[in-house]
């Protein structure tokens, strides 16, 4: 199965929101309530930024928002700052087999 | 609090095996499936497999089936990750990530996301 698609990089001035995409299919994405997306800054292990689509763990800023439409799945981020500069990775439960599809990958620059 | 403690960096030569290990803190261990995911030099995130700390029960991403053994250790709340046949392709960071659960009046269920990360093991394979 291949990986969800994402866009290579978007970038954003300070105080801008921007939103990064992610689209499977109707077998993930579309199939479940169970995207969810993470920050990896360099050199360090991803952290888990919204799950089940929409939901914000606790100590994530409300900045951070996540959507879905169809097949595919959004995260926006409000009010860009420097320290949001990182990679950012949707993933999907995929069914049988439990198993777990994710994105590319999607490289934020603050300018 | 909750602690994932990885291995450390292995350098492998082509058609050996690895074997990397992750400790487990501050929880229940039986309670919490495990996932392994790797990342290569400057790529992605890749799932691997998952594995039931409980019961030993596993499940992999069909690109690895033939190569790829997860197994664990309850008494030391330790998963481990082998990986054989190793080429210069799986040169990469293995991470391992907590299954997050949610808990009702049925008992408990997986959630289907990572909640907690181990910092990754380097593994390095090169002639």
């Known amino acids: 199965q291949s990986a969800l698609t994402q866009p290579a990089s978007v970038s954003g001035s300070p105080g801008q929101s921007l939103t990064i995409s992610c689209t499977g299919t109707?077998?993930?994405?579309?199939?479940?309530?169970?995207v969810s997306w993470y920050q990896q800054l360099p050199d360090k292990a991803p952290k888990l930024m919204i799950f089940?689509?929409?939901k914000r763990p606790s100590g994530v800023s409300n900045r951070f928002s996540g959507s879905k439409s169809g097949n595919t799945a959004s995260l926006t981020i409000s009010g860009l700052q420097a320290e949001d500069e990182a990679d950012y990775y949707c993933?999907?439960?995929?069914?049988?087999?439990?198993?777990?599809?994710f994105g590319g990958g999607t490289k934020l620059t603050v300018l | 609090q909750v602690q994932l403690v990885q291995s450390g960096a292995e350098v492998k030569k082509p058609g050996a095996s690895v074997k990397v290990s992750c400790k487990a803190s501050g929880y229940t261990f039986t309670e919490y499936y495990m996932h392994w995911v790797r990342q290569a030099p400057g790529q992605g995130l890749e799932w691997m497999g998952i594995?039931?700390?409980?019961?030993?029960?596993?499940s992999y991403a069909q690109k690895f089936q033939d190569r790829v053994t997860m197994t664990r250790d309850a008494s030391t709340s330790t998963v481990y990750l082998e990986l054989s046949s190793l080429r210069s392709e799986d040169t990469a960071v293995y991470y391992c990530?907590?299954?997050?659960?949610?808990?009702?009046?049925?008992?408990?269920?997986?959630?289907?996301?990572?909640?907690?990360w181990g910092q990754g093991n380097l593994v390095t394979v090169s002639s």
């Open positions: 089940e689509v929409s």
């Open positions: 993933c999907s439960y995929a069914g049988t087999g439990s198993r777990m599809l």
């Open positions: 109707t077998s993930d994405v579309g199939a479940y309530n169970l």
């Open positions: 594995i039931n700390p409980s019961g030993g029960g596993t």
């Open positions: 990530a907590r299954d997050a659960i949610y808990s009702d009046s049925t008992g408990n269920h997986r959630s289907y996301f990572f909640d907690y």
